[in-house]
């Protein structure tokens, strides 16, 4: 499966969008992206995956380069309870592990 | 929520003690999986299940054996648990085998002593 690089770190201010990136430049076709986050103490939590077209769902927006080598998450109205790590991962769509790499901490502010 | 339980939710143990945690879900998912998370090192696949009695190897399996006997239930067991098997255990489960919506449990923390 392909890596991923992400950011340590963001900071993001209440009510404003998050836009958390993600490069994979090694992704091949069959790959899809995935993002989960995991909020402090808790399982990891599914938020949304895509293969090359923009994905939106109650959660989020995917927006993936039409390279397929760069992603950005989306949280269009973040919220103090966004407040986690949030984990960008590259997976061809048939196999069972997920492989969860450092992700990003956001931190929303008021 | 997915209903997935973990217990317990926190043990501690000595060193060499065999421990066995458990994870059962309610939502009837063919594919289970266990992962460890630790600092540094993010998430961690030990083992996984893709069905009663059929179960394979993740990346970090050594000093870890599993069990499904039962749909619902995928059960974790450190035989002779080591100090650096204190971590925080998570259960996962997915519908299918293409694993893409993994549903997490709330996690069980281990310390061995």
């Known amino acids: 499966d392909a890596k991923t690089t992400q950011p340590t770190s963001m900071d993001c201010a209440e009510g404003r969008a998050a836009n958390l990136p993600c490069n994979h430049s090694t992704i091949s076709g069959n790959e899809y992206v995935y993002w989960y986050r995991q909020i402090h103490s808790q399982g990891p939590q599914y938020i949304i995956h895509?293969?090359?077209n923009n994905e939106t769902n109650e959660m989020a927006s995917l927006i993936i380069t039409e390279d397929r080598k760069s992603s950005t998450l989306i949280l269009p109205h973040a919220t103090l309870r966004d407040t986690a790590v949030y984990y960008c991962?590259?997976?061809?769509?048939?196999?069972?592990?997920?492989?969860f790499g450092g992700g990003t901490r956001l931190m929303v502010k008021p | 929520d997915a209903g997935i339980t973990q217990s317990p939710r926190h043990k501690v143990t000595e060193t060499g003690t065999p421990v066995t945690l458990r994870c059962h879900q309610t939502?009837?998912?063919?594919?289970m999986y266990w992962y460890r998370q630790d600092p540094g090192h993010g998430l961690r696949l030990i083992h996984y299940?893709?069905?009663?009695?059929?179960?394979d190897k993740g990346e970090v399996s050594d000093g870890y054996s599993v069990s499904r006997s039962k749909t619902e239930d995928f059960l974790l067991t450190l035989e002779s648990a080591t100090s650096s098997q204190t971590s925080v255990y998570f259960c996962?489960?997915?519908?299918?085998?293409?694993?893409?919506?993994?549903?997490f449990g709330s996690g069980t923390q281990l310390s061995v002593l």
């Open positions: 996962a489960i997915s519908e299918g085998d293409r694993g893409e919506k993994l549903f």
């Open positions: 939502e009837n998912h063919r594919y």
């Open positions: 895509g293969l090359k």
């Open positions: 299940s893709y069905g009663v009695k059929d179960t």
């Open positions: 991962i590259v997976r061809a769509l048939a196999g069972n592990m997920l492989t």
